[in-house]
């Protein structure tokens, strides 16, 4: 591609993503040659708003993954054109239609007469000769000159008279079915009348009760929400659910439809016309009908894909971003009935102090004993914190720390500290265990105590604890497993680097796992930077770290703003102003007579300053609003204040439930369809969409989010299915009953010649 044919391309890709994501073609563009130079999204984000008209990092993401597709599209499309070309075939109209396409199954369609594939009967029978007979039996052609009967073609690939009118039939079929326009229009009536229709398979009923909603179950293709998608496809794909794509119209709807679009119509002869309906008929029944729910069940797995990874990345990013407790020293506890509860003190930096291994639901005495255990070292490391892992025996662990705590702090009236029992997620902590990081980070421990530390950091800092753990492992997301995998990692990784770098990142203590998620930074730097590190001691300031091997100016520019120096020499270095800015902090500081340390925090000087007076050529506007905003509260972190769901003492487990409780607890995981929330009895309730506000809610995540404290009542509980029915409203009713789900009728929607079309032979 030219460099005009490119630039061409560019402005056309810079229109139509900015009319996806509502913003102006020139700062798309803007954008675009940004991440052409290899600069990062939240770098972009941050630093380059002059050139992106501000545009956020959830807009610049939607504008990489839509570049890379329609990127894509432009290539295939030259490689379609080039194929077509060579065969002679390409017309100014298919230039122009090829030109046109935005999709790439419409692209597709339009290249598939042009495909060089297998040797089909259809290939076969033209190789024969029989095209001329097959215009003939259609009534568009003159006697051919082999005659009009069957037994003038037959040869060695149709023997038969039966088998040469099928070798015509298959030339027929063929051609309707590599119509770009016949496959699109039938496809997209497919795709927008049809529907999912369900059942199960024969003595399937008690080994896939999970899926009993879907025994007897039918909606259409467009109402059909990710979730429900998902657990479809898995249904059946376990066995238990047999599935039918239904086209939603009768089957002569649709052969009504190829004869019009492929001009098959009866044209009241009795012969053609009988071959007609039959070419129609089999073009529908062994082609199109099976493209169509192929191309339908593709869509609708791409979609709920889609969906589920958003929803996934919504539900991580609030995870990470969750409040962290901050430097306390914290005892984190892993519980176990059999194997004891792990437990690992850390101090306020997350360093291992102590670990043990306590047995406190094994026997009698052995409370008592875990007891004095925990105490002493609650009390020797001065534990403000006890993080209860909320997997098995976690309600009984947590009553056993509180019971601590209590003790403590009647022991210890005179301090102000008081150490706090808190439920933790350990989603995750076992694969951590076991990972690589983890034994490089403690290659002496035993793997059972490593999860106990994991519970205890990610309470101290959940951000910093979590990027350890493939994201995919900390369970927030809904049929993650079922998901294309390659788009829920890219998915997850963006999220990943854009929580990290909206709080930013201590260089002198952060991991090399926390700090390869750093803008530019990739594992190599990473490791680099802790190595050097360790060797040189502590960065005093962000230029020492242009000394660190292979990471150069770029990397330096991508990452050095997002990278903090705490108590260093120059107090910017822990703010998010980034270096190359600096310039403009002391500019400012000249202007208003004070020194860079009197303008850091000093809210009421920087009120008096109008951005307007100090932009440049390099400097904008926004660019010197954001510096003032940063002057003003340097470093703030993003995340909320900690606090944490107070647990109702008696209630561990859901025998313990009943309707109309009114329970505090936790959000686990936010989906399309409600809130999961640990309530503290080892199974998450669920607050459906509908009970989540006396107002219409569309999407769940505009009420509540992972990680976030919440009041419950308890509307009904199913404990065969493990099951618990949850309300947000306060004021619901116990019980309530659920509203049936509503089935989609299968209407036959009929053509106008429908009459016509079935006493020719259509539909039949």
Not at 52 to 77: F, I, K, M, N, V
Not at 245 to 272: C, M, R, S, T, V
């Amino acid at each position: 591609m030219s460099s005009k044919q490119l630039t061409e391309s560019h402005s056309r890709h810079a229109q139509i993503i900015a009319r996806e994501i509502e913003a102006h073609p020139g700062d798309v563009a803007g954008a675009m040659r940004l991440l052409a130079e290899g600069n990062t999204v939240p770098f972009i984000a941050r630093y380059r708003k002059e050139a992106t008209g501000g545009l956020s990092d959830t807009q610049l993401r939607h504008l990489e993954t839509r570049w890379t597709y329609l990127r894509e599209l432009d290539e295939r499309r030259e490689t379609i054109r080039e194929a077509i070309a060579a065969q002679g075939k390409l017309t100014d109209e298919l230039n122009a239609e090829l030109a046109a396409v935005d999709s790439k199954a419409r692209l597709e369609d339009l290249y598939l007469p042009y495909k060089t594939t297998r040797r089909t009967k259809g290939a076969k029978a033209r190789a024969a000769g029989l095209e001329p007979y097959a215009e003939y039996l259609l009534g568009r052609g003159p006697v051919p000159p082999q005659g009009e009967h069957a037994g003038a073609y037959l040869c060695s690939d149709f023997p038969s008279e039966r088998d040469v009118r099928a070798g015509a039939r298959a030339i027929v079929v063929e051609a309707i079915a590599t119509n770009a326009q016949v496959v699109g229009r039938v496809r997209e009536e497919f795709a927008s009348h049809g529907r999912v229709v369900a059942g199960v398979h024969k003595e399937k009923e008690t080994v896939g009760a999970k899926y009993r909603d879907y025994f007897d179950f039918q909606e259409p293709f467009a109402n059909l929400p990710s979730h429900r998608i998902l657990a479809l496809l898995r249904g059946e794909e376990e066995g238990v659910l047999r599935l039918t794509l239904d086209g939603g119209h009768e089957e002569e709807f649709y052969q009504g439809l190829i004869a019009e679009l492929a001009q098959l119509q009866p044209i009241g002869e009795e012969g053609p016309d009988a071959f007609r309906a039959e070419c129609v008929r089999y073009a529908w029944r062994t082609k199109l009908a099976i493209s169509s729910a192929v191309d339908v069940r593709s869509r609708l797995k791409e979609r709920a894909d889609a969906e589920a990874v958003e929803v996934f990345a919504r539900n991580l990013k609030d995870l990470l971003l969750a409040a962290p407790a901050g430097q306390r020293a914290t005892l984190g506890l892993d519980p176990g009935y059999r194997n004891g509860v792990k437990c690992a003190v850390v101090d306020p930096t997350g360093k291992v102090l102590d670990t043990a291994i306590v047995y406190p639901h094994t026997g009698k005495g052995q409370w008592d004993k875990a007891a004095a255990i925990l105490r002493s070292l609650v009390v020797k490391h001065h534990v403000e914190l006890l993080a209860v892992g909320n997997g098995t025996a976690s309600r009984e662990t947590e009553k056993l720390a509180r019971e601590i705590c209590a003790e403590v702090s009647s022991a210890d009236e005179g301090s102000k500290r008081r150490p706090v029992a808190v439920m933790v997620s350990e989603s995750g902590a076992s694969v951590y265990s076991a990972s690589e990081v983890a034994a490089r980070e403690f290659p002496d421990m035993d793997v059972s105590l490593r999860g106990a530390v994991s519970i205890a950091r990610r309470l101290q800092d959940p951000l910093a604890e979590l990027v350890k753990i493939d994201p995919k492992s900390i369970g927030v997301g809904q049929y993650q497993h079922d998901v294309n995998q390659s788009a829920l990692a890219a998915g997850l990784d963006s999220v990943v680097e854009d929580a990290v770098n909206s709080v930013g990142v201590d260089v002198n203590t952060a991991s090399a796992e926390l700090l390869r998620r750093v803008a530019g930074v990739n594992q190599t730097v990473a490791q680099n930077i802790v190595a050097h590190r360790d060797s040189h001691g502590a960065f005093a300031r962000r230029a020492e770290l242009k000394k660190v091997p292979r990471l150069g100016e770029k990397v330096y520019e991508q990452a050095a703003g997002f990278l903090r120096i705490h108590g260093g020499a120059d107090p910017l270095d822990e703010s998010a102003v980034h270096p190359e800015a600096y310039p403009l902090v002391g500019h400012i500081a000249q202007a208003t007579g004070a020194a860079v340390p009197e303008l850091i925090g000093n809210t009421r000087l920087l009120r008096t300053i109008n951005p307007a007076d100090y932009t440049t050529e390099a400097f904008g506007l926004p660019t010197v609003r954001d510096v003032i905003s940063e002057l003003d509260k340097p470093g703030r972190d993003p995340r909320p204040e900690f606090v944490t769901a107070a647990l109702k003492e008696g209630v561990e487990s859901i025998s313990d439930l009943s309707p109309g409780m009114i329970l505090e607890g936790t959000v686990t995981n936010v989906a399309a369809f409600g809130a999961f929330v640990d309530i503290g009895v080892h199974q998450d309730g669920l607050v459906h969409v509908s009970a989540m506000s006396d107002r219409f809610v569309a999407d769940p995540h505009d009420v509540v989010r992972s990680g976030q404290v919440v009041k419950v009542k308890v509307l009904e509980v199913d404990a065969n299915r493990q099951r618990i029915g949850l309300s947000l409203r306060l004021s619901d009713s116990a019980r309530r009953g659920a509203k049936p789900r509503a089935r989609a009728k299968g209407t036959a929607a009929k053509g106008t010649m429908a009459g016509a079309l079935r006493r020719a032979g259509f539909g039949r």
